[in-house]
């Protein structure tokens, strides 16, 4: 993983300084190049002039050293490395997808049952549908109840990894 992080800052290479040596083969075209042999093509024929410069690369080192710190990859190999509103867009984008067009009824809706259903689990579903005088069947409130119980059982789980 940190092999990965510091893997940008093959843009500081140039013709006359390659900078590969934290590149993986398995991307970069100058490391493909040696291995098979040939000679990798020039940095401007092969990007354009998309390059970091110096003193932008000295600026941007310390951020590098942070982002690779054992500290914070550690704690990003459990998962946790989302923020409460990118969980609660994630809610939200489940119900209602990007990906085909829905009007702004249909939005409102999807963002107040994620926003219930983020802060209070979804036994706030049948709270819903009651103020919109929705009856909850049987097998409504069986679901509800089943997914509050694998809810509450993975934050336990997550409790206790930590």
Same mark, same amino acid.
């Given at each position: 993983? #940190?092999?990965?992080?510091?893997?940008?800052?093959?843009?500081?290479?140039?013709?006359?300084?390659?900078?590969?040596?934290? *590149?993986?083969?398995?991307?970069?075209?100058?490391?493909?190049?040696?291995?098979?042999?040939?000679?990798?093509?020039?940095?401007?024929?092969?990007?354009?002039?998309?390059?970091?410069?110096?003193?932008?690369?000295? #600026?941007?080192?310390?951020?590098?050293?942070?982002?690779?710190?054992?500290?914070?990859?550690?704690?990003? !190999?459990?998962?946790?490395? !989302?923020?409460?509103?990118? *969980?609660?867009?994630?809610?939200?984008?489940?119900?209602?997808?990007?990906?085909?067009?829905?009007?702004?009824?249909?939005? #409102?809706?999807?963002?107040?049952?994620?926003?219930?259903?983020?802060?209070?689990?979804?036994?706030?579903?049948?709270?819903?549908?009651?103020?919109?005088?929705?009856?909850?069947?049987?097998?409504?409130?069986?679901?509800?109840?089943?997914?509050?119980?694998?809810?509450?059982?993975?934050?336990?789980?997550?409790?206790?990894?930590?």
């Amino acid at each position: 993983m #940190k092999a990965a992080i510091w893997a940008d800052l093959h843009l500081m290479s140039t013709d006359e300084r390659p900078i590969h040596t934290r *590149c993986l083969p398995s991307w970069c075209w100058f490391l493909q190049a040696e291995q098979n042999n040939e000679d990798p093509p020039r940095n401007k024929d092969h990007r354009g002039n998309t390059f970091l410069n110096r003193a932008v690369t000295e #600026k941007l080192i310390p951020v590098y050293h942070r982002m690779s710190s054992d500290n914070l990859l550690k704690r990003m !190999q459990h998962g946790r490395t !989302q923020n409460v509103n990118e *969980c609660l867009n994630s809610v939200i984008w489940s119900r209602c997808p990007k990906t085909v067009f829905i009007g702004k009824g249909r939005v #409102k809706a999807a963002v107040g049952m994620a926003v219930a259903t983020f802060n209070e689990g979804p036994s706030a579903i049948s709270a819903v549908m009651d103020r919109v005088w929705l009856d909850s069947t049987l097998v409504t409130l069986n679901g509800i109840k089943a997914e509050d119980e694998r809810r509450i059982a993975k934050a336990d789980a997550a409790a206790t990894d930590s």
